[in-house]
C-alpha cells in the first residue's frame, strides 16, 4: 500500500471537503501554530517549542533556563502540527509557512543529542532516566510522531532534514532495543505504524525490523510494566503498571480477542499490526487485527464511529456498554479507528473498512472540531445535558461546548493532519485499479499510474450523486474503476456517460472496468433515503430508542432548533421523515431533517402514575457534526420512538 | 417528638415483618457479631472488637500489640451494631446477647480515657492528633454513632454504663468545642441528631446546645477545612478540603437551597437540622429542611427511594441527573432519608414525608440486604447488566450480586438498627392522636397514652386490607386514629365494625375521632390496583421507559423471570398488568405481576437499518427489594414502552 502517494496529486475542489481544505490551511494551522508558541489569550498553555528551545540551549550550554512544561508528550504537539503543515504545503505552496517549518525542524535538530535521542521531556528534566519508563513516559510515542512528521515533511516537501534527525533517533532506538538487546515495548503504542511509515520511506529494513520487534515482544512478558517499576522506581503520573488492559499487553498481540483499555493506544497499536501484515503477508497478525476489528466495529463502537466508553482510562469497557452522556469517545481514538480501518481495508479490500472509515470521519473526527476551526472536544458526547454535561462529577469531561485548547492537546492536531490527508482514505491505486473509498470532490492527477486524471464532481454528504470524469494524457485510460457502494445505500446506479453500466459488486465495491476516453463521464447515484437506525437491545443505553441517518451523516436534535428541550420528544415508529432544501447559511451549509414525533408534556413532578400528555410535533435533525456550534443547548441523538 | 418510647411497647406480629424482626435477630444481628469479630471465613476483616481491645490494652499498660486496622470510623460498626442489638433486646428477652452486649460495653469503657475521650484510631495509631482533622477523621461521627447506640441501650434495657460513658465524652466535645472555643464542625455529619437524642434521654441543655453549634457554625466559615488542612497537614485518605459540596460546607446551613455531595453526610446532617428545628421551633431552620427535601425528593431521588446518583464521593450530583445502571444509591443514604423524613413528619405532619419513608423502606433499605439476611448491597443500582456491572471501569461500585461484608461496612448494621426499631417510624403518637404511618402488623401497648391496646392484622405489602383492633383496658379508648393515606392510593375506605366510618382527610392522614369500646375493629381498604410510573421527562435515563408498582412496592424485571434476557422487552402502553397469587414459597413470599409487552428480536450487528421484529410477550415482574437473590441476571426497572 501507498504512503502519501496521492497527496501530492489531488487537488480538492470547492464544496464540503473544499471547505474544511481551507479551514485547515487558513486557520486550524496557523490557529495551532499560535497556541504551540503560547499566543492565545485564555487557552491552556502549550509551551511546546519552548521545550525545544530549552533542550536545544541545554545541550548547547549544559544548562538551561525555567523548566519543561506540560505533558511527558509534548514534543508529539509539534509533531502532529508539522506532520499537518507538510500536508497543506503538498497541496498548495507557502514559503513563509515553509520556512517556519524549516525553522522549527532546525531547532528539533538542535534538541537531539549527538546519540541520535530527542525527547525535551527527557533532556530537560530526567536525563538520567531516559527508557527507564516505558510504560508512561511516552518516549517511543513521542519518536513515533515526529517520525511521522518527517516522513510526512520529506515526501511533501522535498526535504530531508527532518528525516534525517529522525534516523538518528531511529537508530538510535534500534541499537537500543535490538543491538543492545534492552527489554520493553511502549506504554503508549504508536512507534510501530510509524517505523512502518519510515520503513516505507526509505527501504531500510532495520526500520520494519524494529517495528516488528515492537509489535512481537509486546505483552510476552506481560508484566514488564511491573517489573520496569519495580526496578526503576519512578513515575510521571502514578500510572498503574498492574493494569495491563490499559496498555494491551495482557498476552502476545496474536492472541487477543477483546479490544481493550486506553483506546487511541489500542487502535495506533492495531494499525502498526495491520501494516506490518500487509508489509509481512503475516497472517496471524492479519487475523489478530481482524479479531479485534470485528469486536471493535460489531461490540464497542458508537454509531458516530466513535470509541472509547469511559473516562476512567480513556478506554474500551466491555461488549455493548455505550453510554451516551458518558461516551469518551475521544477525537483521537475515532482518528485511529480510521487509520486502522484504512489499513484493513488495504489488506482485505472489503468495502466495510471503508463505511467505518467514512462514519468515524463525518460523524465523530468532524464533531470534535467547531466549525470555525477554532475550538476542539476531545471528548464527543452522543447526548448534552446542560447543567450536567461537563457539570456533574460524572460529567465533568463531557463539555457541552468546545473549549480552545487542552492542557493535553492530542486532538486538535490530529484532526488537522487527518483533513490534510484525505486524499490517502479517499482513493486507492493497486495495479490498474483506481478505488474510490470516500467520494471527496476534486481532481486527482494518475498520469504516472493510470494515465490521466480523474475529477469527482459531487454536493456529497448532502447529495448521492457523484460524477466522475476522466481526462486521459494519450486517448484513454485503461482503468479499473472500483467504486464503493455504502452499506447504507439501498440502490446504486452507475452510467456511462449516460447509459447504464456494467460492473461487479464485489465486498461492498463496484468494479467497473473501462477504457475511458475522453470525455468519459461515470455518474453514481447513492440512495439518499433518510434511514432510522436501530441498536442491537443488548445495548442497554439505546433499548426503545432510534436515531437518523441520511448517507453518511448521523443526525441529532439539538434544543435550539426544537424549543429548547429534545428529552421530552419521540420520533413516531413508522413516521415521515423529510428533508429539507440545502441551506448553504446555516452551520456552514446544511439539510436539515423534519421528522414526524411527539412531545411529551411532564408536569413539575419527578414522578408521575399518569402517562404524560403527548402531543404530535416537527423535530428538526442537524447533522450531528455541527452540533455544539450554537451556545450551550440540549443534544440528543438516540431519541426515543414510541 | 419521641425517642424510643415504642419500642418496647410494641411487639411485631408474624407477616412481612415478623419475618423481618426474626431474621434481624435469628440471623443479621449474630452474623454481624461475627463479623465484628472476625469469624466469617472469606469476609472483608473488620477487626472492630480487636480494636477496642488494642486501645483499652494501650491506656492500661502504655502500649499494645499489632496496629489499628480497618477504616478511620471502624468504632462506629460496633456502635451500630450494639444500638440495633439494644431494639432487638426491648422485643425480645435474650440473657446471653445481652450478656455480650454488657462485656463490649465494658470494653468500651475501658477504651475511654481519663478525659472522656474515645476513639480508638486516635487511641492506638494517632495519639497526638485528636481533633486535628475533622474534615476525615470521623471522630465526631464516632462519637454520635456510640451516643445513638448508649441511649437506645439505656432505653432498652435500663443500662446506663454506656450512656455514662458517652456522657463523658459528650462533656468532653463540649469542653473542646464549646468552653474551649475550638473552631471547625465535623467532616461527617452526625453528632447532631446525636446530641440531640442524648439530649432528650438526658435533659441536659448542654447536649442541645452542642448540637446547635456544630449546625449553626456549619458553612459559616466555609474554609474552616482547608485552614485545618494547611494548619496541621495531615491526611487519613486524601480528601480534598476544597471541595465544599462533599461535606455541605458550601455555605450556612440556613442558605442551603440544593442537596449536595455525599448523600448520607446530607441526610444526617439534614435529620440533625430537622431534629433541633422540632425542639427549638426555628423557622429558618426548619424551612431550610423542607426546601432540601423538597429539592431532594423533587429532583434527585430514584424512584426506588435512593438517594446519591454518583459513585465519585458518594454523592449528589445534579438535578434529575439519575443514571440506572451506575447508580450510587447507597442503603445507608437511604436509611438517612427516612431518618429526615421521619422528622419532618413529626415536624409539619403531613404524609408526604411518610410516603417517601416508606418509599425508601421497601424498595431501597429492604433491597440492600439478601433475603436471608447474610449478604449486603451497599450501592443499589436500578439496572443489572451482567459482564458490565461490577465489571466495566465506570461500574466497579454497582455490583449485581450481594458480597459477604464490606472494609467499609457502614450500610449492614444500618439496615439492622433500622429494621429493628420500625415501631418509631411506623407509630407517631401526639397528645391523643394515634398517627398510622406504616402499616406494619402488631400489637402496641398505649395503655399510658391512651388508655389500651391497639392491634394492626395486615397481609401488607401484598394487600391494602388493615385492621385496626382497640382492646381498651377499661370501657373504651378516646383517640384520634390518623391512618396515612399512601399518594398511590386512588380510594381509601374505611370502616368501624363494618360501617363506613366518619372521617376527614387532611395532608395525607384520614383523621377518624372516636371513642372505642371494645370489640372495635377499624378497617382500611387501600387502592392496590397496578400502577404504572412515569418519570419527569428531565430525567434523560428514563425518557420513553415506564416503571410498575403496586401498592409500596415499586416492581423489576429480572433475566431469570424473563428467558435471561430483559433489555430486548418492552411494556404496552395502555396495555394490562395482572396481579399473580401471593407465592408464600417465592423469595420468601411475593406475588408477581405480568404485564402485556414485546420482545425485541434483534440480530447479531450492533446497528441495524431495520427496526427488530417484535413478539407480543409477558413480561414477569417481581418486587424490586428480591432482586439479586437469584445469581447473576439483569435487571431492569424501568422498561421502554411502547
Redesign the interface.
Known amino acids: 500500500m501507498s504512503d502519501l502517494k496521492l497527496i501530492k496529486k489531488f487537488e480538492l475542489a470547492d464544496g464540503f471537503w473544499g471547505r474544511y481544505g481551507r479551514l485547515v490551511r487558513d486557520v486550524v494551522l496557523p490557529y495551532q501554530e499560535n497556541a504551540l508558541n503560547d499566543r492565545i489569550e485564555g487557552a491552556e498553555k502549550s509551551h511546546c517549542i519552548e521545550n525545544f528551545r530549552m533542550a536545544a540551549e541545554k545541550l548547547r550550554t549544559g544548562k538551561c533556563e525555567g523548566e519543561f512544561y506540560g505533558m511527558v508528550f509534548q514534543d508529539s504537539d509539534v509533531a502532529k502540527w508539522l506532520e499537518g503543515a507538510a500536508y497543506s504545503l503538498a497541496q498548495h505552496e507557502d514559503a513563509d509557512l515553509e520556512q517556519r517549518c524549516d525553522e522549527i525542524i532546525e531547532l528539533i535538530g538542535q534538541a537531539q543529542h549527538e546519540d541520535g535521542y530527542l525527547n525535551t521531556y527527557f533532556t530537560v528534566k530526567e536525563p538520567d532516566r531516559r527508557w527507564t519508563n516505558l510504560h508512561e513516559a511516552h518516549e517511543l510515542y513521542c519518536a513515533g510522531h515526529m517520525i511521522e512528521a518527517a516522513v510526512a515533511y520529506a515526501e511533501c516537501t522535498g526535504k530531508t532534514r527532518l528525516l534525517e534527525i529522525m534516523c538518528g533517533m531511529a537508530d538510535h532506538i534500534y541499537r537500543h532495543f535490538i543491538e543492545e538487546g534492552a527489554e520493553g515495548y511502549p506504554g503508549h503504542p504508536e512507534i510501530e505504524l510509524a517505523l512502518m511509515r519510515l520503513y516505507r520511506a526509505t527501504k531500510q529494513e532495520r526500520y520494519k525490523e524494529l517495528a516488528l520487534h515492537f509489535i512481537n515482544v509486546r505483552g510476552v512478558n506481560s508484566d514488564y510494566f511491573i517489573q520496569e517499576k519495580q526496578r526503576n522506581n519512578w513515575s510521571v503520573w502514578g500510572g498503574h503498571p498492574t493494569d495491563k488492559e490499559y496498555a494491551q499487553n495482557t498476552a502476545p498481540v496474536r492472541m487477543q480477542r477483546k479490544a481493550v483499555g486506553h483506546a487511541v493506544r489500542a487502535v495506533y497499536l492495531y494499525t502498526g499490526m495491520a501494516d506490518a501484515a500487509l508489509e509481512t503477508g503475516d497472517e496471524s497478525l492479519a487475523e489478530a487485527c481482524r479479531t479485534l476489528w470485528n469486536n471493535i466495529?460489531?461490540?464497542r463502537?458508537y454509531?458516530t464511529g466513535a470509541i472509547g466508553?469511559?473516562?476512567?482510562?480513556e478506554?474500551f469497557?466491555?461488549?455493548?456498554?455505550l453510554?451516551n452522556?458518558?461516551a469518551y469517545a475521544e477525537t483521537c481514538a475515532a482518528i485511529g479507528l480510521i487509520f486502522f480501518s484504512n489499513k484493513l481495508l488495504w489488506l482485505d479490500r472489503d468495502g466495510k473498512y471503508a463505511d467505518v472509515m467514512e462514519r468515524a470521519l463525518y460523524n465523530c473526527v468532524l464533531a470534535g472540531m467547531q466549525l470555525d476551526g477554532t475550538r476542539f472536544f476531545y471528548v464527543n458526547p452522543l447526548?448534552a445535558?446542560p447543567?450536567?454535561s461537563g457539570?456533574?462529577?460524572?460529567?465533568k469531561h463531557a463539555l457541552p461546548v468546545r473549549p480552545k485548547w487542552f492542557a493535553c492537546a492530542c486532538c486538535p492536531p490530529n484532526v488537522a493532519r487527518l483533513l490534510s490527508s484525505l486524499s490517502e482514505y479517499a482513493w486507492h491505486i493497486d495495479k490498474d485499479t483506481l478505488y474510490s473509498n470516500l467520494f471527496v470532490g476534486g481532481t486527482l492527477d494518475v498520469s504516472e499510474e493510470l494515465g490521466g486524471k480523474v475529477t469527482l464532481e459531487t454536493a456529497y454528504p448532502y447529495d448521492g450523486r457523484i460524477t466522475y470524469r476522466f481526462t486521459p494524457e494519450g486517448k484513454s485510460m485503461n482503468v479499473q474503476l472500483a467504486i464503493r457502494v455504502p452499506a447504507?445505500s439501498r440502490d446504486i446506479g452507475i452510467c456511462v456517460n449516460g447509459a447504464p453500466a456494467q460492473y461487479e459488486v464485489r465486498n461492498g465495491y463496484a468494479y467497473l472496468h473501462g477504457t475511458f476516453p475522453e470525455p468519459t463521464e461515470v455518474t453514481v447515484e447513492l440512495d439518499m433515503s433518510v434511514?432510522?437506525?436501530?441498536?442491537?437491545?443488548?445495548?442497554?443505553a439505546d433499548?426503545?430508542?432510534?436515531a437518523v441517518e441520511r448517507g453518511p451523516l448521523l443526525y441529532c436534535a439539538e434544543g435550539v432548533d426544537n424549543d429548547g428541550?429534545v428529552?421530552?420528544l419521540?420520533c413516531k415508529?413508522g413516521g415521515e421523515i423529510s428533508v429539507g432544501e440545502y441551506l448553504p447559511d446555516k452551520l456552514c451549509g446544511i439539510r436539515e431533517l423534519f421528522a414526524e414525533g411527539y412531545r411529551?408534556r411532564?408536569?413539575?413532578?419527578?414522578?408521575?402514575?399518569?402517562?404524560?400528555e403527548e402531543e404530535a410535533c416537527t423535530i428538526t435533525l442537524v447533522p450531528y457534526y455541527t452540533w455544539g456550534n450554537r451556545g450551550l443547548n440540549q443534544m440528543?441523538v438516540w431519541m426515543?420512538?414510541?
Open positions: 466495529t460489531q461490540c463502537m454509531v466508553s469511559a473516562y476512567e482510562g478506554a469497557t466491555k461488549d455493548y456498554h453510554p452522556d458518558t447526548e445535558l447543567g450536567i457539570e456533574a462529577q460524572t460529567h447504507w434511514r432510522k437506525v436501530y441498536a442491537n437491545s443488548k445495548v442497554a433499548t426503545g430508542k432510534v428541550d428529552l421530552s419521540f415508529r411529551a411532564s408536569g413539575e413532578a419527578l414522578y408521575s402514575y399518569e402517562a404524560p440528543r426515543p420512538e414510541r
